[in-house]
């Protein structure tokens, strides 16, 4: 058996320390991602009161038109699909820009969508109406995947810290 030197304590205590910041660091993102999924939910509701406020109130004033239009206008997040009553695409907005020219992928999202939420409705005249579907944010997505990586990263540190173990007290 091997003698263990100072410097196996370091290697040791580096290892312990890297696991500690791994750790601090996953317990840091997922309260920040549960933040973040909490505005980005705001963000859909208000979104949403704004395509209802416009859709069912004919009565706005021009100062509250004005504001739900830009609510929408402002939306860079949550991803869009207007479609008629046939499902015809008629604009989508927050796709995928590399994946948004072909109509398959489209299709797809609107199916995803269909199953997150139900239509909001937008009368265009007394017999035409169009409906909007909205999905899930992508930011949403990212983030519940993130602190899974960072897991495994951990777990291979710790690992490391187990197999350098091992090979000091065989040794």
């Keep these: 058996m091997k003698k263990v030197t100072p410097i ?8 312990f320390l890297a696991a500690m910041i791994g750790m601090a660091a996953i317990f840091y993102i997922s309260k920040s991602g549960k933040k973040i999924a909490r505005e980005e939910r705001r963000k859909v509701e208000l979104l949403t009161e704004a395509m209802l406020q416009i859709s069912n109130n004919s ?11 830009k609510v929408i206008q402002n939306n ?3 991803p869009i699909i207007e479609v008629d009553k046939d499902d015809n695409i ?7 820009e590399k994946k948004a020219d072909n109509p398959e ?11 997150f939420t139900a239509p909001i409705e937008i009368s265009i005249s007394n017999n035409a109406s ?8 992508n930011i949403l997505s990212d983030l519940s995947y993130f602190p899974s990586i960072q897991m495994v990263v951990i777990l291979l540190i710790i690992s490391g810290i187990v197999l350098d173990i091992i090979s ?3 040794r």
Excluded at 8 to 15: M, V
Excluded at 90 to 96: A, E, F, P, Q, R
Excluded at 105 to 115: G, P
Excluded at 130 to 137: C, D, E, R, V
């Design 90 to 96: 008629i604009s989508y907005k927050n796709l995928d």
């Design 130 to 137: 169009h409906y909007l579907y909205f999905g899930k944010p």
């Design 8 to 15: 196996h304590y370091w290697k040791l205590a580096l290892y």
């Design 59 to 69: 009565s706005l004033s021009e100062q509250n038109l004005e504001c739900y239009i």
């Design 105 to 115: 992928y489209i299709k797809r999202e609107l199916a995803q969508m269909k199953k």
């Design 168 to 170: 000091i007290t065989i």
């Design 76 to 78: 860079e997040i949550v």
